[in-house]
């Protein structure tokens, strides 16, 4: 584990800057350090879980700076009925971007990465078929309704549905992003991906499909790194399905007349981005009142391991108690929250280690956690770490065994290399 010269003369050069902007109180300054540093991971990292990360952090402090100097921006936070701690979330944005940066200079993570796509993870066609099936069958008994514009309403995403969308939102598009690997149905799982994605859209839920096309960009990035044509790509189609879901967003809160400056300028300032950064003020604020949770919402991801179970301790529902919020949290909201803004330092450097290490071995479970990470991404950046839980836990061990059970079969019961952990 080497430092590159011009590396380590980037992280050092990076340091002193961020710590200089502190004394000389410039807001402006503040942010440009923080869009550099991201600048920096995207032109190592390129298309990369660690990057998509990194960039919807940064984004949510560019919403903190709009509410900070005065910009028209969304919900509560243009309240400020709480205060706007925006050098305390550059602080936080600013410590992820170095350790981030370290850490992809120091290691080997982003070529583990890409090794994880030459893997060999195909759950072969039966179990691809099945998967398509629960997937769709999923995708339907949420939204059961017929998708329309009239169907934009929160009311159809939360209570309407035959299963309920917490927590089973993210199952079809991981079942999708494991159907996918089969060659044989590969045709077949994208017709019917699009459907569940047209389908989700449609009833106003964005985040899990955004989570869904990240995986499948970083996919297509890792298997056509050597075409120069293939960032471009990526990045055409991400800004065409930007703007399409900004649209689905204004229509969702009630817009009846789309205007592209409204659309574009939604598209910098984004609702959701406002509500999870007014969520950060609100557990700053606590944490600068004393009143802290110490550690009590952490036991919301043991609640969480345990399907069905009503999950008292979320960090939602407890800053709820103190402030009214429209749900969610940034990333470094629940560390404050609970300990302090030292231990959300701490909390992000544990955090991107162990995507580092999730990503050292080359294994099918590891790549299924991985691919649960990637399209729980949005969720995690701007709602909290529990999404994944129940997919990491249970579905993918079972997608394991069950593909070992039909290989085995096959061969008449003896053991068989490729079916590995």
């Known amino acids: ?9 980037i992280i050092i050069c990076t340091l002193f800057c961020g710590l200089g902007v502190l004394f000389i109180n410039d807001p402006t300054v503040c942010l440009a350090i923080a869009l550099i540093q991201t600048i920096m991971i995207f032109k190592k990292a390129k298309i990369s879980l660690f990057s998509i990360l990194a960039f919807l952090l940064n984004f949510c402090l560019i919403q903190e700076y709009g509410a900070y100097v005065g910009w028209d921006v969304y919900g509560l936070l243009a309240f400020k009925q ?15 971007n170095l350790i981030l940066y370290c850490v992809l200079s120091i290691s080997n993570c982003l070529e583990n990465e890409g090794k994880l796509f030459t893997l060999n993870v195909d759950a072969g066609f039966q179990i691809s078929v099945l998967l398509i099936i629960a997937a769709v069958g999923i995708t ?22 035959i299963l309920p969308f ?5 199952m079809p598009p991981f079942f999708m992003a494991i159907a996918i690997m089969n060659e044989r149905c590969r045709k077949c799982a994208i ?38 044509n293939t960032i471009m790509k990526i990045g055409v189609i991400a800004g065409c399905v930007v703007v399409l879901f900004v649209a689905v967003g204004m229509l969702r809160t009630g817009a009846d007349n789309l205007q592209l400056k409204k659309v574009l300028n939604g598209a910098l300032i984004q609702s959701t981005a406002c509500d999870v950064s007014y969520v950060f003020n609100c557990a700053v604020d606590l944490a600068t009142k004393g009143e802290l949770f110490h550690g009590i919402t952490f036991l919301s991801y043991a609640v969480n ?37 030292k231990f959300a330092i701490f909390f992000s450097g544990a955090y991107i280690l162990l995507l580092a290490r999730l990503v050292r071995k080359t294994t099918k479970y590891r790549f299924m956690v991985y691919a649960a990470l990637c399209i729980t991404i949005f969720r995690t950046a701007w709602y909290g770490l529990n999404y994944p839980i129940i997919a990491i836990l249970y579905f993918a061990p079972a997608i394991l065994f069950a593909t070992r059970l039909i290989n085995r079969k096959k061969l008449g019961g003896y053991n068989i290399d490729e079916v590995s952990n």
């Open 191 to 228: 017709f019917v991906t699009v459907i569940i994605v047209f389908w989700y859209v449609f009833h106003g839920e964005r985040v899990d499909c955004m989570g869904l096309l990240a995986f499948l960009a970083i996919k297509y990035y890792n298997n056509n790194r050597n075409n120069k």
């Open 305 to 341: 391991c345990v399907p069905f179970l009503n999950d008292p301790y979320s960090f939602g529902s407890y800053i709820q108690n103190f402030y009214p919020t429209a749900g969610g949290g940034l990333f470094f909201a629940e560390p404050i929250a609970n300990f302090g803004l």
């Open 1 to 9: 584990m080497l430092v590159k010269k011009h590396d380590f003369i």
């Open 82 to 96: 709480v205060p706007i701690y925006f050098y305390e979330m550059f602080i936080c944005v600013f410590s992820f």
């Open 166 to 170: 917490t927590g089973w939102s993210c």
């Open 140 to 161: 339907f008994l949420m939204f059961p309704t017929i998708p329309s514009l009239g169907a934009f309403v929160l009311t159809n995403r939360f209570t309407r549905g």
